[in-house]
């Protein structure tokens, strides 16, 4: 079966021919022109490998691959336009396989990225299991379950992300703010309440369902999930 490989590049017409060339190598491609769109496709599991851009709209190809190395090693590649030894040395340091300064060779990226799929399999092998716990909650974020004392919970994509983001930031007070713009994006145009909207879902299925107090209101402030209480 065909390697799959992610293209995450908002220059459309970069895109394009890089798209064709890994085409014409027999890979399949999919292609993201933003960071949010690219991290949720790369945190799909269907992809052998991820060209990241690091000047991206939405989310920042540093900021995409921070997340996605929360929770996957899948090989990935920065494309940078920027020549500088600080954006290379941070993204090796959070995990990038590779990096490759645009304008770049085809060739140079084809042998690239062979190298990096290469590495793939005793990674793939290390990878851990992504579970985020808070008491009596579990969520395997690679099978979007959530469960609640073994039983499960049905939620929503927009629920679960909600719920995820307040999980990996346990104890801390996130607010409003913040929330749009890590679950709903620097995008999100809308009514403000949205996030109480949806935090009043979450209760409804897992505070209140189970009667445990995970979801705490820090009043002028926003959310923080604690797993101190139980009644
Ligand atoms: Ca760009």
Same mark, same amino acid.
């Given at each position: 079966?065909?390697?799959?490989?992610?293209?995450?590049?908002?220059?459309?017409?970069?895109?394009?021919?890089?798209?064709?060339?890994?085409?014409?190598?027999?890979? %399949?491609?999919?292609?993201?022109?933003?960071?949010?769109?690219?991290?949720?496709?790369?945190?799909?599991?269907?992809?052998?490998?991820?060209?990241?851009?690091?000047? @991206? &709209?939405?989310?920042?190809?540093?900021?995409?691959?921070?997340?996605?190395?929360?929770?996957? %090693?899948? &090989?990935?590649?920065?494309?940078?336009? /920027?020549?500088? !030894?600080?954006?290379?040395? #941070?993204?090796?340091?959070? =995990?990038?396989?590779?990096?490759?300064?645009?304008?770049?060779?085809?060739?140079?990226?084809?042998?690239?990225? /062979?190298?990096? @799929?290469?590495?793939? &399999?005793? %990674?793939?092998?290390?990878? &851990?299991?992504? @579970? @985020?716990?808070?008491?009596?909650?579990?969520?395997?974020?690679? /099978?979007?379950? !959530?469960?609640? /004392? =073994? %039983? #499960?919970?049905?939620?929503?994509?927009?629920?679960?992300?909600?719920?995820?983001?307040?999980?990996?930031?346990?104890?801390?007070?996130?607010?409003?703010?913040?929330?749009?713009?890590?679950?709903?994006?620097?995008?999100?145009?809308?009514?403000?309440?949205?996030?109480?909207?949806?935090?009043?879902?979450?209760? #409804?299925?897992?505070?209140?369902?189970?009667?445990?107090?995970?979801?705490?209101?820090?009043?002028?402030?926003?959310? !923080?999930?604690?797993?101190? =209480?139980? =009644?």
């Amino acid at each position: 079966m065909a390697e799959k490989i992610l293209l995450v590049e908002d220059e459309e017409k970069l895109a394009r021919m890089v798209e064709l060339e890994l085409q014409y190598e027999g890979y %399949q491609v999919d292609k993201a022109f933003d960071g949010r769109t690219g991290l949720d496709r790369a945190l799909s599991g269907e992809y052998d490998l991820v060209l990241l851009d690091i000047m @991206l &709209p939405a989310l920042s190809g540093m900021e995409v691959l921070r997340r996605l190395r929360k929770e996957s %090693q899948l &090989p990935v590649i920065m494309l940078t336009a /920027r020549d500088t !030894v600080v954006d290379k040395v #941070s993204g090796l340091d959070m =995990g990038a396989d590779d990096y490759i300064t645009k304008p770049f060779a085809i060739e140079e990226l084809l042998a690239r990225i /062979r190298a990096a @799929l290469r590495k793939r &399999p005793a %990674q793939a092998a290390e990878e &851990p299991r992504s @579970l @985020l716990a808070a008491g009596a909650l579990t969520m395997d974020t690679e /099978r979007h379950e !959530v469960e609640v /004392r =073994g %039983q #499960s919970v049905e939620l929503t994509r927009r629920e679960f992300d909600l719920l995820r983001y307040l999980l990996e930031n346990k104890e801390k007070v996130i607010s409003r703010e913040s929330l749009l713009d890590h679950v709903w994006g620097f995008d999100f145009v809308g009514e403000t309440n949205a996030v109480d909207v949806y935090i009043r879902f979450l209760r #409804s299925k897992i505070d209140e369902r189970f009667d445990i107090k995970l979801i705490h209101t820090v009043r002028g402030v926003g959310y !923080v999930i604690r797993e101190d =209480g139980n =009644g």
